[in-house]
């Protein structure tokens, strides 16, 4: 059987951010997007983030979802680099809570556009969902896998909460 390529590009500054990414990994695995997953440092790794960002699209990547925190130069970095959409996550960190990583990530200058999500978690999972969405425009069997997942979640909440 042949591996299919993945569209999602998952990229994290470290693996300490993968507790949070794993977040936008589980939302593509529950609609069967398929993804790939790097450790990409802006700092750390910068040749790896240039050869990531230069290459993604002719490697088949439709959408990268970049997640850093503190000095989160990640998710702009790759944005110039490459034409795709690149959906930002800012981590949340111990010394300013995350913070830091959004106004590090939203602020872009004008023309280098990156999709900044909510700090941690929850922007992780809503990154995987745009994702799904974006890819669905041009294909008609995700966009009813999309469509269930958003009814199974309205059907999951309850009209009137449980007295404990
Ligand atoms: C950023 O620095 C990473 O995205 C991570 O959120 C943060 C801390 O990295 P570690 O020191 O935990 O590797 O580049």
Redesign the pocket.
Known sequence: MTERRADVGII??????WPTMKAAAAILDALAVPYETKIV????TPDRLVDYARSAAERGIKVIIA????????PGMTASMTALPVLGVP?K?STLSGID?LYSIVQMPGGVPVGTLAIGEAGATNAGLLAAQILALSDAALAARVADWRADQTASVAEVPKSE
């Open positions: 994290m500054g470290s693996q300490s951010d440092s802006a700092h750390r997640g850093a925190g503190g000095a989160a130069h990640l981590i960190t990583s």
